[in-house]
């Protein structure tokens, strides 16, 4: 079946073998984009991971340490290029070509944003690169590139009508990707507040550089406004000027920036990755473009659409199932600690984790005595183990197999400490270890320093929420004496439990009460706005009892960092309030602002205590944010919409006295409203 206008809609005949006569121009151009495209796209999947010092951790070198979902959507643009080079190669019929790289394409992105969600739980996020949130700019790129080819022939009816209705669907494209909200607020009024901060410094030709900078950024409605003028006047000829810009325009600007960056020092991994990003934006609006020119042109065999369709729900689903955050919360029955637990937890693995260590930063590393040191300790370490409890010996021994692996990562780490904990749970022992993991510089590399911390479990808090299970362990520290107060609790989206330390609430007491017993008593130890009468606050509730509540403050704010987990919305007020935070700070600020609250709704802790812990928040360093926001939206929920807090100490002790002095009962209905105002829903746990 040759090439002739009054055929371009019907598919090709079952078993009817094709020529490359068969293909109409728009199906020729996808099949020569699907070879060189598809490989620009597979470019995404060896972009370095993550760079350290200047040094790339590419996805091979993190298989232990991401969750199968997570691996999945790494890979998957590399399989998503290498299927549409090997269609463009191989398929006969140019709609059954549109269609296998369209379904590549949507099922890829739904691979790649199920596994974006699914690596938030891990121990290892996925790098935003993977995140396919901005597909709309891509399809207000890609749409008028295909409307206006398509109209490159009027005397096509079908033509015309298609590329119409492309340019047409660009406008609501754009829209929705500047004006969606995410993270609290539209994208559009994210670049223009930014922008706006840009210009009120810049000065001189650096002003050139800010407006290159800004068509940049609004590259896509751009775009998608020049294209309506194609809805009137049809393109001349099937690849004008226009359809070029859409495609290429926005990688071009990147690529300068990137080469400007280049000149300013950045290191040159830095600049790979950028450059790739570029290459892999070029790719997939080409890719989109001709796949949409070219449906539009003729329709794809039955056979192969269904094929399609079942293939992508097929593996939808699967990588659904592997996205699935990890269950929360544990049914742990403690037995009382005996000598032979004692001796495992508090001798035998301190101990081999400190001549591990030794081994491992090279204090000791190469010699016979450092061997024989470690070896010693793993074969105590074993016995103990073996002693006791025939599971907690299987998960002691690949812990101690896995961390003498040189290649193993966080993830397989953190995994490997999780057996060993669940063991523990399984056998009813009231011991937990915690595994963290550091880096550290050795030679021209960075190497990683993986640690335990060894806990006993005093008790554990069970909360269900929603059907959700949910847990905090109460822990004392046994590898070591004391507590410092720095950390009172923590949580770990990769654990299914938030972990509250005794020691280090008892040693913060101890330190409240030495500020109480000062002349005059004071809140904090730094000079501040209402500090001494915070004092006397303060000792009335060390005589009322209250510091008794602190761990059940503590337990119900770790609490709220479970139940948020990593996808928990940024709040637009926060937002609004912190435009010149990064991405980064402002998503770990927003999490302590959703706990902060939550902690003063507790119906177990006195509320004026979690508002003195506030105040110390608010008082300076990286909570200072934070703590100004919950006191001064507590006190006056109208400064909220103003575009920026009270400044100084004298309004901050103003709404922190004036808190104080409200009834307990007072304090958790305004916390419990003002965490409804900041996140858009009413709080899940209220006590």
């Known amino acids: 079946m040759k090439y002739t206008p009054d055929a371009v809609h019907e598919p090709q005949p079952e078993g009817e073998a094709a020529t490359l006569d068969d293909f109409e121009p728009h199906g020729l151009r996808l099949r020569s984009r ?60 140019e709609a059954n070509l549109g269609l296998i790289i369209a379904a590549t394409l949507l099922g890829g992105a739904a691979i790649m944003g199920l596994g974006v969600e699914a690596g938030g739980w891990s121990a290892l996020p996925l790098p935003e690169g993977l995140n396919l949130s901005p597909g709309f700019a891509l399809l207000a790129l890609a749409l008028p590139a295909a409307g206006a080819s398509l109209t490159a022939d009027p005397d096509r009816g079908w033509s015309l009508r298609w590329g119409r209705l492309l ?24 670049i223009y507040h930014f922008l706006v901060f840009q210009l009120s410094w810049t000065t001189g030709v650096a002003y050139f550089s800010t407006f290159t900078f800004a068509i940049a950024l609004y590259w896509p409605a751009v775009i998608a406004l020049f294209g309506l003028l194609y809805v009137f ?25 990137t080469l400007r960056g280049l000149l300013t020092g950045q290191g040159a991994w830095a600049v790979f990755t950028s450059l790739g990003m570029a290459c892999v934006l070029a790719s997939a609006v080409a890719l989109i473009a001709s796949t949409l020119a070219t449906l539009a042109a003729r329709r794809p065999q039955l056979k192969t659409t269904l094929g399609a369709a079942g293939a992508l729900l097929i593996i939808i689903a699967i990588q659904a199932r592997l996205s699935t ?30 001549a591990r260590m030794r081994w491992v930063q090279g204090e000791m590393a190469g010699t016979a005595q450092a061997y024989v040191a470690l070896k010693a300790a793993e074969a105590t370490l074993m016995a103990r183990a073996e002693a006791l409890d025939e599971g907690l010996s299987a998960a002691i ?20 400490i999780q057996g060993v904990n669940d063991a523990a749970q399984a056998a009813s022992l009231p011991y937990y270890l915690d595994p963290t993991v550091y880096f550290f510089k050795r030679g021209e590399g960075m190497r990683r320093l993986f640690q335990l911390k060894v806990y006993a479990v005093e008790r554990v808090d069970a909360v269900e929420v929603e059907g959700r299970a949910f847990a905090a362990l109460h822990v004392a520290r046994l590898d070591r004496g004391g507590g410092s107060g720095a950390l009172l609790g923590f949580s770990r989206d990769a654990q299914p439990f938030a972990v509250v330390q005794r020691a280090e609430i008892d040693a913060f007491e101890e330190a409240l009460k030495a500020l109480a017993a000062q002349t005059p008593a004071r809140c904090l130890e730094s000079p501040i706005e209402g500090n001494f009468e915070c004092g006397q606050w303060l000792i009335k509730l060390i005589d009322d009892g209250a510091l008794k509540g602190l761990d059940a403050a503590v337990s119900r704010h770790e609490l709220q960092h479970q139940i948020d987990g990593p996808g928990l919305p940024i709040s637009g007020v926060f937002r609004r309030l912190n435009r010149d935070l990064s991405a980064q700070s402002l998503g770990r600020l927003n999490r302590e602002l959703s706990a902060y609250t939550a902690e003063l709704v507790s119906e177990e802790a006195d509320p004026r205590l979690s508002l003195i812990l506030t105040l110390r928040a608010a008082a300076g360093g990286g909570l200072s944010r934070v703590g100004r926001l919950i006191l001064h939206g507590l ?33 958790r209905a305004r916390a419990a409203a003002l965490w409804a105002r900041l996140y858009s829903e009413q709080l899940r746990l209220t006590r």
């Open 635 to 667: 006190w006056r929920p109208e400064v909220l919409d103003a575009e920026a807090l009270p400044e100084g100490e004298v309004a901050l002790a103003e709404a922190h006295l004036g808190l104080m002095a409200l009834t307990p009962a007072e304090i």
């Open 167 to 190: 340019l047409l669907l660009a406008l609501p494209a754009a829209a929705a990707f500047y004006l969606i909200p995410r993270g609290g607020e539209a994208l559009g009024a994210q």
């Open 34 to 93: 699907s070879l060189w495209a598809g490989l620009g796209v597979a470019l995404l999947s060896l972009i370095p991971y993550e760079i350290i010092d200047d040094q790339p951790q590419l996805i091979w070198d993190l298989f232990g340490e991401l969750p199968p979902a997570a691996i999945l959507a790494t890979l998957t643009p590399f399989l998503m290029g290498i299927i549409a080079s090997l269609a463009g190669r191989w398929t006969r019929y």
């Open 233 to 257: 006047k049809p393109a001349r000829d099937e690849m004008p000027i226009f359809s070029l810009a859409a495609t290429f325009g926005l990688p071009l600007f990147w690529g300068l920036w």
């Open 325 to 354: 955050p990890p269950p929360k919360g544990v049914d742990w029955q403690l037995k009382p600690r005996d000598e032979a637990t004692d001796a495992l937890y508090m001798g035998a693995l301190p101990t081999w984790n400190r």
């Open 397 to 416: 021994r690949a812990l101690s197999r896995d961390s003498m692996d040189a290649g193993v990562a966080g993830r397989r780490w953190t995994r490997a």
